[in-house]
């Protein structure tokens, strides 16, 4: 799955390949329900929609099929995926990730270039005791989602303490 | 506040010290003893600004009232004076403990304070009442600045001008902080504290080169848009019966009186885009001290511009669709936090020889080197880059033979022609070099562009792969700018695009031979040093 490593450039490998990090076990229910939360009003207000617009019946049948199936989909198969392929690793010198559903990334972010971390929580990953951490870059943010609270509270020291090398812009 | 208009006078500094002591003690007291006004010229400059916003008024008035109008005129230009007269008497100025500030406003009033140490640059420009008065308008920039400058001195004189400079410690003199690319054969020399400080030129433009530019530009679409917009706007200034009129006039015409008029419009639009390219790149030069660039611009309004060079995140080279078979190319330059992000302000060349571009480079910012040679993505890339343009076009030219009746629907083939004709090019541009100091994309879209970027201050490095790329081993690698603008390579080998992310954030160079392999016609480049003149790939400059 994840086979691109650096092997023929010189330096010290990258924090990615020396060991790497997984999202919270937590991660795939909070997206479910995550999911859920939109998904299933939707495909019910497609059903309701469907029905009530006096449709043919076999395009009404049609998209409440599809609306059904989209939103299991969703809610059943793209969180284990999306955590499959989710890893991070936070090195002295970079912050290495990699994710992606369909367009798989890895991004590396000098440590230097990080400006400040943010650490959010929201009401549902709060009671899943879970959180974010979200580093700021002179050109936008990266996230890492669905951490385990404690986790997510050591990166942000970590990350904090390692990027306060000042950087010049 | 002195109320008394002459205390409040640009009159130079009396202290001297004022010019060559950019420290927090500086001259003025923690009071408020050194608070001046703009030049009372601003009483022109904003009451024409007033007056210009006015004018769609004005228009309505005299339209509206005819024999009163005259007296509706005299009225709004009234308020146009008293509106300048009260802007210019609440706005005023200091250099306190080595801050700029600024206060302004006469109901809700506001104070700005941009301390010295976040100034990232003191531009001046001057336009034609500037120069009347013998006065610059001031523009002062910080770093992490949005598109306007954050404080703006709209007349000023030419003395008080260098005072405001070098209290914020951008005087004529190199300023006291190195700049990150020095350099190395010009040391600090003693500071000439005139305006005229004779800086080396490293670029200036010639009549033909201006002429060139102005032929060629790009802003040709965007000057037709820009007058379509403007008549649009037109309609609803005028009288309705004249627009009726002209409506009336213009459905009673044939085709031809129709073409005539889209020929004519299009001919206009060329002639203001030349015009409007001359007035701003007439007189370009571009001087260099140790710690920056200076650009001054502009015929009717001159403009000068300041680039740090510790600011410089990269250049980028710009070979337009016109310029190319002339062999010409832009340099745009690539500044963090710099405001004024439009294409103009960016130009740091607006034309120069392809063949001139690797020396100028050299002088402009030492550190960036231009590539002798680029590799290429590997062969078996080329019908990837070719799939999704020719897809694109099909899609495109399908809708447009639907859509035309009988034998223009075989226009539709131009749309998959077209893609490949674009795809080959992108696929013909594409190439990237690496040394510890340089990262170099190359890619092309209407233009050719090369991105010369300091591996040392991109943001991020990402390599991305969809599915089609997992299944051929091959991955786009994109940078991140300060700017936020992109650099990008598509469709390399994925055990490149790997090495090269981490080449990148490591800075360390990284030649590719080992996993890169070039199309015929294009060898791998092994080493800059050993390039053979002979050997370029297609397209790429010699030295």
């Known amino acids: 799955m994840d086979d691109e490593r650096s092997p023929r450039s010189a330096g010290p490998p990258l924090p990615g390949d020396v060991g790497r990090q997984r999202l919270s076990d937590r991660a795939v229910a909070y997206w479910r329900i995550g999911t859920a939360i939109v998904a299933l009003p939707l495909a019910i207000a497609a059903t309701v929609a469907a029905v009530a617009s006096g449709a043919p019946g076999g395009l009404a049948t049609t998209i409440v099929v599809v609306a059904w199936v989209a939103a299991a989909a969703a809610i059943a198969l793209l969180p284990p995926i999306r955590r499959r392929r989710w890893w991070y690793a936070i090195g002295e010198e970079e912050v290495d990730l990699h994710h992606g559903l369909v367009i798989v990334t890895r991004t590396v972010v000098p440590m230097v270039r990080v400006q400040h971390v943010d650490l959010h929580r929201g009401p549902l990953s709060s009671q899943m005791r879970l959180a974010e951490i979200e580093l700021h870059t002179a050109a936008g943010s990266v996230r890492i989602p669905a951490l385990d609270r404690d986790e997510a509270e050591r990166i942000r020291l970590r990350v904090a303490t390692l990027a306060r090398i000042p950087d010049d812009l | 506040m002195t109320s008394d208009p002459g205390a409040g006078a640009p009159e130079p500094a009396p202290e001297p010290a004022a010019a060559t ?127 306007q400058a954050e404080i703006k001195l709209e007349a000023v004189t030419f003395d008080e001008a260098e005072r405001l400079r070098g209290a914020l410690g951008h005087g004529s003199a190199p300023g006291p902080a190195a700049g990150l690319l020095p350099h190395p054969e010009r040391p600090a020399t003693v500071a000439a504290p005139s305006p005229a400080a004779p800086a080396p030129v490293v670029y200036a433009i010639t009549a033909r ?55 004519g419009a299009l001919l206009v639009a060329a002639v203001v885009s030349t015009i409007g390219t001359v007035l701003a790149f007439a007189e370009f030069t571009v001087t260099r001290d140790e710690t920056r660039l200076r650009v001054r611009r502009g015929l009717l309004t001159e403009r000068t511009g300041t680039v740090p060079l510790d600011r410089v995140h990269g250049v980028r080279v710009v070979e337009g669709l016109l310029r190319r078979p002339l062999r010409y190319a832009t340099i745009q330059v690539e500044v963090a936090g710099y405001s004024g992000e439009d294409q103009l302000t960016r130009t740091l060349v607006p034309l120069v020889h392809r063949d001139a571009v690797p020396a100028l480079l050299e002088r402009l910012v030492p550190g960036l080197d231009w590539p002798a040679r680029l590799h290429r993505p590997p062969a078996r890339a080329w019908r990837r880059y070719l799939t999704a343009p020719v897809a694109a076009g099909a899609v495109v030219g399908v809708a447009g033979a639907l859509l035309l009746p009988g034998g223009l629907a075989l226009l539709g083939l131009l749309g998959p022609l077209l893609g490949a004709l674009a795809g080959q090019a992108r696929w013909r541009a594409a190439g990237w070099h690496l040394t510890p100091g340089t990262l170099a994309l190359r890619s092309w879209w209407i233009s050719r562009v090369t991105l010369l970027a300091v591996p040392g201050r991109v943001q991020r490095v990402a390599v991305h792969r969809n599915p089609l790329q997992r299944r051929g081993g091959l991955a786009t690698l994109s940078t991140v700018l300060a700017t936020k603008r992109r650099g990008r390579i598509a469709q390399l080998d994925v055990a490149t695009a790997a090495a ?41 400059p010699s030295r």
Not at chain 2, 123 to 143: C, H, K, N, P, W
Not at chain 2, 225 to 241: T, Y
Not at chain 2, 527 to 540: S, W
């Open chain 2, 21 to 147: 002591d950019p420290a927090p003690s500086g001259p003025a007291a923690p009071g408020e003893a050194d608070e001046r006004r703009l030049h009372p010229a601003y009483l022109l400059i904003g009451g024409l600004k007033v007056a210009k916003n006015l004018v769609p008024a004005a228009i309505g008035l005299v339209v509206a009232l005819k024999e009163t109008g005259l007296l509706a005129l005299i009225a709004l230009a009234a308020i146009a004076v008293g509106a300048a007269v009260v802007e210019w008497r609440v706005t005023r100025y200091a250099v306190v403990d080595g801050a700029l500030r600024l206060r302004s406003g006469l109901l809700s009033r506001s104070e700005r304070v941009v301390p010295a140490s976040r100034v990232s640059a003191v531009d001046s420009s001057r336009g034609l009442i500037q120069r009347l008065f013998g006065l610059v308008s001031l523009e002062v920039q910080t770093a992490g600045g949005g598109k």
């Open chain 2, 500 to 540: 090269l992310q981490h080449a990148i954030v490591r800075r360390t160079g990284f030649d590719g031979v080992a996993v890169a392999a070039g199309p015929a016609g294009a060898p791998i480049a092994r080493d800059r040093g050993t390039a053979a003149p002979g050997q370029m790939p297609p397209g790429a």
């Open chain 2, 209 to 263: 080169e201006l002429l060139i530019a102005a032929l060629t530009g790009p802003q040709l679409g965007i000057v037709a848009v820009a007058v379509g917009s403007l008549a649009s706007q037109a309609r609803d200034l005028l009288p309705e019966r004249l627009t009726e009129d002209a409506g009336n006039t213009l459905t009673h015409s044939g085709p031809g009186t129709l073409a005539l008029l889209a020929l």
